[in-house]
């Protein structure tokens, strides 16, 4: 009943393209764990992944809440945002993403996308 080890075993199903397990281990880590903000970054990295974006989003806003400091977090939520048609909220989590790391392409890429 630890939180890390479903972690750590939706991380290795996922990479054996093993989805719904993943998943569920993901879930199951919340369950034990809902301030655990690495299983909310790869369940919704997962949900992303395969189109249910609606979710991944809900999960990538819990990322940025639990764990406001950390980019990715913001910069997934932000390509999430973009594919529901929010560029508004999507330019604020890029522009985020680069205060947060100046260095980062992608952010600048979708950023200008977002901006279309």
């Known amino acids: 009943n630890d939180a890390q080890t479903y972690l750590y075993m939706g991380k ?4 054996l393209k093993r989805t719904d397990e993943s998943v569920q281990n993901f879930r199951r880590a919340l369950e034990l764990d809902g301030a655990n903000w690495e299983a909310h970054y790869a369940l919704g990295g997962e949900l992303g992944m395969h189109g249910r974006i609606a979710q991944a989003k809900a999960e990538f806003e819990q990322v940025v809440r639990l764990q406001p400091q ?8 932000g390509v999430a945002l973009l594919k529901l048609n929010d560029p508004e909220g999507a330019r ?3 522009t985020e993403t680069l205060r947060l790391d100046p260095a980062n392409k992608s952010a600048r890429t979708y950023l200008a996308a977002a901006a279309k």
Do not use: E, I
């Open 70 to 77: 950390f980019a990715m977090g913001h910069l997934n939520l």
């Open 92 to 94: 604020q989590q890029f």
């Open 12 to 15: 290795a199903l996922s990479l």
